[in-house]
């Protein structure tokens, strides 16, 4: 009988972004132009509707605005106002940072 609390290879392949990858997308010289229609055939609504935030495609314009007024999209945005915590930090907390004497 196989482990309910291992994680299948169809959940796995799903991750998402990170925060400190979307909040380097949404630099003002990195957020993407419009999509060649190439690029866009294989997203949803042809790539029109693109939540950066969220990193999510969506099939239409109503989609969109559910999906911007929900919490989920809410609690992204706060989480994305906070700074990345950086390698530094990291180190900082495992007491492998600059002595302080």
Same mark, same amino acid.
């Given at each position: $009988?196989?482990?309910?609390?291992?994680?299948?290879?169809?959940? @796995?392949? @799903?991750? /998402?972004?990170? #925060?400190?990858?979307?909040?380097? &997308? $949404? *630099?003002?010289?990195?957020?993407? *132009? %419009?999509?060649?229609?190439?690029?866009? !055939?294989?997203?949803? +609504?042809? +790539?029109?509707?693109? =939540?950066? /935030? =969220? =990193?999510? !495609?969506?099939?239409?314009?109503?989609? !969109? %605005?559910?999906?911007? %007024?929900?919490?989920?999209? *809410?609690?992204?945005? *706060?989480? #994305?106002?906070e700074p990345?915590?950086?390698? /530094? &930090?990291?180190?900082?907390? /495992?007491?492998? +940072? &600059?002595?302080?004497?």
């Open positions: $009988m196989p482990r309910k609390h291992i994680q299948s290879n169809k959940v @796995r392949k @799903r991750k /998402a972004k990170d #925060l400190d990858e979307i909040q380097e &997308e $949404m *630099k003002p010289e990195k957020i993407p *132009k %419009k999509l060649t229609a190439e690029e866009a !055939y294989d997203l949803p +609504g042809n +790539g029109e509707f693109h =939540c950066i /935030a =969220c =990193c999510r !495609y969506f099939a239409d314009d109503d989609a !969109y %605005k559910r999906h911007v %007024k929900s919490n989920p999209h *809410k609690r992204q945005l *706060k989480r #994305l106002k990345a915590y950086t390698q /530094a &930090e990291a180190n900082l907390a /495992a007491g492998l +940072g &600059e002595p302080t004497n």
